[in-house]
C-alpha cells in the first residue's frame, strides 16, 4: 500500500507541475527556445527529464503526466503539442499513424542497433519500419525461500512441470487430512493462470478495438492447471480456504512462512522490496521450451508526428538510449533511495543489453550471472490500448472461473464477457 501511495503522489506532482509549467508555455506558445513537450505515464520520466535538463545547456524538456498516452492521442485544441510519448500500450492500430518513422536515428549513428535486444527493439517495428523505441520490459519469476532451496533443482528457470512437481512435493497434510502446507495452487494468482495460457501459446493479439486468442491452447491451459489441482491439491476449494486461512499477507511473506513454496511475482515487483524484505529469499525465471514470455507493459518512445520541436525530440531520445546515461539514472535513483520504489529504468530492465549485463547487477545482486540469454525473451503481439481493462475486467475473471473445479465450465464464454465489456467501455 506505502508503495501505491507514494507513486500516486509522485504522478500527481507531476501531473501539478506540468500543469503549471504549461499554463506559462501556452501563453507565448511554441518557439526555438521552447522546451520539448513529453507526454508519460510512467513518473521516473520527471525525474530522468530534471537531469536531462540538467545536463544540457542547449534544450530543454517538460513531462506532462498522461494517465493513458495512446487515449490521449490526437492531442486537444487547447493542448500544446507532444513531441515524444513515452509510455505502455503504444503500438496497435489506433496509436500507430500518430507516429514518425525513426529509423534514420540509427542510421545517422545517434544510436546503434547492437546495443539493443535484437528481439526487443524489434518489437518497435510497425511495417518494417521503426516507429517506437522500446525503453524498458518485465519478466516473470517464480520466489522462494532459500530456506527452501532443496525443493528447487534448476539454478536460473523453472519450466511447468519442475513447478507441479516441486509444489506437490511441499505439500503437507495433518493427521485429519487437513492441509498444513500447499506448495503453490493455480488460483491463487490471476495474473499466474494467465501467464500459463500465454505458456501454452494463447497468443492474444489486436483485433480492432478488442482480441482474437488460440482457442486450442487456452482450453489446454485450462485442462492442465484443473489437473494440477485436481491431482496435488485435491480441489480448488482447498487451495482457496488454504490461502484464505493462512496467505493473507504479501507474496514475499508468505514464502517465509513455511505454509508455501512459491509466490508468483515479476521483476519490477521483486526488486523493489527492501534489503530487509528480500534477504533470504531467491528466484527462478518463468519458462517453457526455452521462451520467457516478457509483460505486456513494455514502455516505448515514439514521437509524435506533428512535434513541433523533432530535433531536440532526436536529441532527447539519443541521450536517453544511452549506456552511460542510463548508469547516471541509476546511480540517482540509488543516491535519492528510491530504489524501493523504481526499479532499474523506467521500472523496468532496459532495451539496452549492456546496461542490464553489467550494471544491473552491481545494484541487484542477486542478479548477478542471472540474466537470461537473449534468445528466451518472447515478446508479446500488438495488443489494443485498453488492453490492461480487458485483461483485468474479461481475461482473468475468465480464467478464474474456468480453472475452478468446482464447476465443469464457466457461467459465460470468453466472447460474452468481451461482448458485456464492449457494451460497459465503449
Known amino acids: 500500500m506505502m508503495l501505491q501511495m507514494s507513486l500516486a503522489h509522485k504522478k500527481f506532482a507531476l501531473a501539478a507541475a506540468a500543469a503549471a509549467l504549461l499554463s506559462v508555455f501556452s501563453s507565448c506558445g511554441h518557439s526555438k527556445d521552447s522546451p520539448i513537450i513529453i507526454w508519460t505515464d510512467n513518473a521516473e520520466i520527471v525525474s530522468y527529464v530534471e537531469l536531462f535538463n540538467a545536463s544540457s545547456k542547449d ?26 510519448v513515452i509510455g505502455s500500450w503504444l503500438k496497435n492500430s489506433a496509436t500507430r ?25 524489434q518489437y518497435g517495428e510497425i511495417n518494417g519500419k521503426q516507429h517506437l523505441i522500446p525503453l524498458s520490459f518485465n519478466l516473470p519469476m517464480l520466489i522462494f525461500s ?6 528447487v ?52 493479439h489486436e483485433k480492432g478495438t478488442s482480441f482474437l486468442w488460440n482457442e486450442n491452447a487456452m482450453e489446454d491451459a485450462v485442462r492442465e492447471m484443473r489437473r ?42 521483486f526488486f523493489t522490496l527492501t534489503d530487509a524484505q528480500i534477504s533470504g529469499l ?24 506533428k512535434a513541433e520541436q523533432p530535433s531536440k525530440a532526436e536529441a532527447f531520445i539519443s541521450w536517453l538510449m544511452n549506456v552511460e546515461t542510463q548508469k547516471r539514472l541509476i546511480e540517482r535513483t540509488e543516491k ?27 545494484f541487484y545482486r542477486q542478479l548477478l550471472g542471472n540474466m537470461p540469454p537473449e534468445q528466451y525473451l518472447a515478446l508479446p503481439n500488438i495488443l489494443p490500448y485498453r488492453w490492461k ?10 480464467l478464474q472461473d474456468s480453472i475452478s473445479t468446482e464447476t465443469d465450465s464457466p457461467e459465460s464464454t470468453l466472447k460474452e464477457r468481451i461482448a458485456e465489456w464492449t457494451k460497459q467501455f465503449y
Not at 512441470?161 to 512435493?169: G, V
Open 59 to 84: 534544450v530543454r524538456a517538460v513531462a506532462v503526466y498522461k494517465a493513458e498516452p495512446a487515449r490521449s492521442l490526437p492531442p486537444a485544441k487547447d493542448e500544446l503539442t507532444p513531441d515524444l
Open 97 to 121: 499513424k500518430y507516429f514518425s518513422p525513426l529509423n534514420y536515428l540509427f542510421q545517422e549513428k545517434s544510436l546503434k542497433r547492437s546495443l539493443f535486444y535484437r528481439e526487443i527493439l
Open 146 to 151: 532459500r530456506q527452501n532451496e532443496q525443493f
Open 153 to 204: 533443482s534448476s539454478n536460473h528457470f523453472l519450466n511447468l512441470k519442475q513447478i507441479q512437481d516441486a509444489a506437490a512435493q511441499f505439500n503437507r497434510k495433518n493427521a485429519g487430512g487437513t492441509y498444513t502446507a500447499i506448495g503453490y495452487a493455480p488460483s491463487w494468482d490471476a495474473e499466474f493462470a494467465y501467464l500459463v495460457t500465454k505458456l501454452y501459446g494463447a497468443a492474444y
Open 228 to 269: 494440477w489441482t485436481l491431482e496435488s491439491n485435491s480441489d480448488t476449494a482447498s487451495e482457496q480456504n488454504f490461502q484464505f486461512k493462512y496467505l493473507y499477507m504479501p507474496g514475499y511473506k508468505q514464502i517465509t512462512t513455511g505454509r508455501c513454496l512459491f509466490s508468483y511475482a515479476t521483476s519490477d515487483t
Open 282 to 305: 531467491s528466484f527462478r525465471w518463468i519458462e517453457q521450451d526455452g521462451m520467457i514470455p516478457v509483460e505486456d507493459s513494455i514502455i516505448t518512445m515514439g514521437m509524435y508526428k
Open 336 to 362: 535519492m533511495n528510491l530504489s524501493t520504489m523504481n526499479f532499474g529504468i523506467a521500472g523496468g530492465f532496459s532495451s539496452l543489453r549492456d546496461v542490464n549485463e553489467k550494471l544491473y547487477p552491481a
Open 389 to 398: 481493462s480487458l485483461k483485468a475486467n474479461v481475461i482473468l475473471p475468465y
